[in-house]
Nanobody
Framework: QVQLVESGGGLVQAGGSLRLSCAFS????????MGWYRQVPGKQRELVAV???????NYTDSVKGRFTISRDNAKNRVYLQMDSLKPEDTAVYYC?????????WGQGTQVTVSS
């Protein structure tokens, strides 16, 4: 049973930075595509960034140039470095581990950006 535990959320002023971390356990980390999603109340969960098992990254347009996803296969962790944060980045951020036949979610961590 894969488990994902996020950390690193919090309150930050606009223009500031946060680094989210996701600890993976219970499976073979390296074969999973790892992603970060976010959700605000009343809206669908959206993909923020993904780091695939074969080394590709992809970002939603609104965070390109500001956020960086990375993964450490030795530590079973994926990270999201968020710079130049904006109030519209405020959301609950979820870690995701994905295989073709199943997907797992963390419990989420709140990120709040004040103006």
């Amino acid at each position: 049973q894969v488990q994902l535990v996020e950390s690193g959320g919090g309150l930050v002023q606009a223009g500031g930075s946060l680094r989210l971390s996701c600890a993976f356990s219970g499976g073979v980390f390296s074969i999973h595509d790892m992603g970060w999603y976010r959700q605000v109340p009343g809206k669908q969960r959206e993909l923020v960034a993904v780091f695939t098992s074969d080394g590709r990254t992809n970002y939603t347009d609104s965070v390109k140039g500001r956020f960086t996803i990375s993964r450490d296969n030795a530590k079973n962790r994926v990270y999201l470095q968020m710079d130049s944060l904006k109030p519209e980045d405020t959301a609950v951020y979820y870690c995701n581990a994905d295989l073709p036949w199943y997907t797992w979610w963390g419990q989420g961590t709140q990120v709040t950006v004040s103006s």
